[in-house]
C-alpha cells in the first residue's frame, strides 16, 4: 500500500501543480486564473493529498459545519490514479471530527458517480426545491 499523508496548510501545498490541473486538465475550471485559485482556496477548507514530499492531489470544502458541505475541485493527478490516493483523500474528510455534525454534503460530478456513491452520495431528493444562479 502506497503511504499518503493529507495536509491542510496551504502554505505546504503546491498551488502552481493545483493550478494547472484545475485551468488546464479539469471539466469543471478550465481558464480559471491563478488569482481565482488562490482565492478559492483562501476561502474553503484546503485539502492536499501527497505522497512521500509530491502533492498529488487536492479537495477543497466550503462549511458551515452544521447545515451544508460543498465538496469541490477534487481530483488525483492522472499518473497517480487508481492508487488508493483518491479514496485516501475522502475517507479524510469524511472522517474528519469537526465535520461530524454537518447535515448534507454535496457536489457536482461528470463521471465520478459510483466512486461518491461509496461515502453515501446520491442524487438529490426533491430536485425541484433547488435553485441556482448562474452569472
Given at each position: ?5 493529507i495536509?491542510?496548510d ?10 494547472d ?19 478559492s482556496?483562501?476561502?474553503?477548507i484546503?485539502?492536499a ?6 502533492q498529488?492531489?487536492?479537495?477543497r ?13 477534487v481530483f ?6 487508481s ?5 485516501f483523500?475522502?475517507d479524510?474528510i ?5 465535520l ?21 452520495f446520491h ?13
Amino acid at each position: 500500500m502506497k503511504e499518503f499523508r493529507i495536509s491542510t496548510d496551504i502554505r505546504e501545498m503546491d498551488i502552481t501543480l493545483i493550478h494547472d490541473y484545475l485551468s488546464k486538465q479539469s471539466y469543471w475550471a478550465k481558464g480559471r486564473s491563478k488569482e481565482e485559485v488562490m482565492k478559492s482556496m483562501d476561502n474553503a477548507i484546503c485539502f492536499a493529498v501527497f505522497e512521500g514530499k509530491e502533492q498529488i492531489g487536492f479537495a477543497r470544502l466550503v462549511t458551515d459545519y452544521v447545515v451544508f458541505g460543498w465538496l469541490m475541485d477534487v481530483f488525483v493527478i492522472d499518473e497517480h490514479k487508481s492508487k488508493g490516493a483518491g479514496r485516501f483523500l475522502m475517507d479524510y474528510i469524511m472522517n474528519l471530527p469537526e465535520l461530524r455534525e454537518v447535515n448534507k454534503f454535496g457536489l457536482r460530478t461528470k463521471d465520478a458517480h459510483d466512486f461518491y456513491r461509496k461515502y453515501g452520495f446520491h442524487k438529490i431528493s426533491e430536485p425541484e426545491t433547488w435553485m441556482q444562479k448562474i452569472r
